[in-house]
């Protein structure tokens, strides 16, 4: 069994079959705000992603934080494997009416990423 299983929705609109690749979860979180989250992965497809939507404590949702966004690449990702957030040109932005961000995995492909050196941030110079 997956480890997101046990936080798939298994009932009402959102409810999806057990082990699918595609479902709505809700991770319980040490901060007290549940996480919505809508993963995308069908067999085959160029890439698998998660959704990930905060609840407010008085209704409504807010941007998820570094560490929910943490949180949601351990629960449904690998430790080996890179996972993406992308920042598209404005024009280019989904207009939703609610504040979601996603995590995205190439599955055809190895995902880019810098070397550790160009990671490291040692060519980085703040102005003062």
Do not use: N
Not at 5 to 18: H, L, M, V
């Amino acid at each position: 069994m997956s480890v997101f299983e046990q936080f798939r929705i298994r009932k009402g609109p959102a409810a999806s079959e057990p082990e699918s690749k595609v479902g709505t979860f809700v991770l319980p979180t040490r901060w007290g705000t549940p996480l919505e989250c809508h993963l995308h992965a069908p067999p085959g497809a160029p890439w698998e992603r998660v959704g990930v939507l905060t609840k407010k404590k008085r209704g409504g949702y807010r941007e998820p934080s570094w560490d929910e966004m943490k949180l949601v690449k351990a629960v449904f990702f690998r430790d080996d494997e890179t996972v993406l957030q992308f920042h598209p040109p404005e024009d280019e932005k989904l207009k939703l009416p609610y504040p979601i961000l996603f995590l995205w995995r190439p599955t055809k492909v190895e995902a880019p990423r810098p070397s550790r050196q160009e990671a490291s941030g040692r060519r980085i110079i703040i102005p003062r």
